[in-house]
């Protein structure tokens, strides 16, 4: 009942914001770049990865025209992947016992 009320209500709303489908794009793109960048499985790792890319793209926003600071996500995402392919909360500091250290 509750997702039945929460459909027409979007239905009926729709035309006067203008939403469409589309309008959370980059937002799930860069959740899924922070979410590789913190460790998939890890719930803190994507935390942390969201917040360390936030101030990433903060910083880097001065510098660069508005237009690139988007890229800049999926530039950092595809850096940990080459490098760190777990994510920075699966590199070899971030783990306590002595047994994970090949993930690194």
Known sequence: M????AAI??????P?????????LSIGLK????AVLGGFGNTKGA????????????????FIPAGIKDSISFV???IVIIFLPGGIMSAKIFNKNGLASEKV
Do not use: C
Not at 2 to 5: H, I, T, Y
Not at 9 to 14: D, F, H, R, T, Y
Not at 31 to 34: E, L, S, W
């Open 2 to 5: 509750a997702g039945a009320v």
């Open 9 to 14: 209500g979007g239905a009926l709303i729709a």
């Open 76 to 78: 950092i995402m595809i």
């Open 47 to 62: 935390f942390v990865g969201g917040l360390i890319l936030g101030l990433i793209e903060s910083f880097i926003a001065i």
């Open 16 to 24: 006067i914001t203008f939403a469409s489908y589309t309008m959370t």
């Open 31 to 34: 959740g899924f770049a922070a």
